[in-house]
């Protein structure tokens, strides 16, 4: 069975604070996305990596795919309020199949 | 249409009761998930559909769970007999295809069993 393994399950911290959350496998994806999803709300799309080592930036958000394609970050430089919600890395480890990470719950207070 | 759309967005159904959810995924889009996701955790994998065909069923967690897609399109979960435990959100994506690797996720049905 593979697992996506993420990194804290939750987090509070304070407007303008830096944080990394960790999305961690022993298999091999072929492609990993992340996603933040909001109460009552299905997940969105924010990034996805494809290969090895490949570092993308959206904003406040730098997203990082392990060089061996086990492991991913998400770094959140100088949080905000609306950067609270869950976040939830992806792993494709074929061609369809997408397997979820366990979430990691943010809380930025004002 | 725009975006994947889901219904009912809320279900509360008693115990023993047969439920149907509904999804209709973003045009063109051949390949249709359903993932089922319990008090804000990550996402189970339920089924994938490429087109009308289900290669994959292997998350349906028991045979009370169906799944159909007729047209290519608009898929039908179905769950029979419900129970407590199948109380949970219901996430329906779809993307392009099945080498796509980007899916886009409905906002869900909740479902409470009593």
């Known amino acids: 069975t593979q697992l996506l393994e993420q990194s804290p399950q939750f987090l509070s911290i304070q407007e303008g604070e830096n944080l990394t959350v960790y999305c961690n496998s022993s298999?091999?994806?072929?492609?990993l996305q992340w996603y933040r999803q909001e109460p009552g709300e299905g997940p969105v799309l924010l990034v996805t990596v494809v290969t090895g080592g490949e570092v993308k930036k959206l904003k406040r958000l730098t997203f990082q795919f392990g060089d061996a394609r086990k492991d991913s970050s998400l770094h959140i430089t100088a949080a905000q309020p609306g950067d609270t919600g869950l976040y939830l890395c992806a792993g494709t480890p074929g061609t369809y199949k997408y397997i979820f990470g366990t979430g990691t719950r943010l809380k930025v207070l004002a | 249409g725009a975006g994947v759309s889901q219904s009912p967005s809320n279900k509360v159904t008693e115990k023993g009761k047969d439920v149907e959810l509904r999804c209709d995924p973003i045009?063109?889009?051949?390949?249709l998930y359903w993932y089922r996701q319990s008090l804000g955790q990550g996402l189970e994998f339920l089924i994938y559909?490429?087109?009308?065909?289900?290669?994959?069923k292997s998350g349906l967690p028991s045979d009370r769970f169906s799944a159909e897609r007729t047209g290519g399109s608009v898929s039908t979960l179905t769950i029979q007999r419900t129970q407590q435990e199948d109380s949970a959100v219901y996430l329906c994506?779809?993307?392009?295809?099945?080498?796509?690797?980007?899916?886009?996720f409905g906002q869900g049905t909740r479902l409470t069993v009593v």
């Open positions: 045009s063109g889009h051949t390949a």
């Open positions: 994506a779809s993307s392009l295809g099945g080498g796509s690797i980007e899916a886009f």
């Open positions: 298999s091999v994806f072929s492609s």
């Open positions: 559909f490429q087109g009308n065909s289900a290669p994959d």
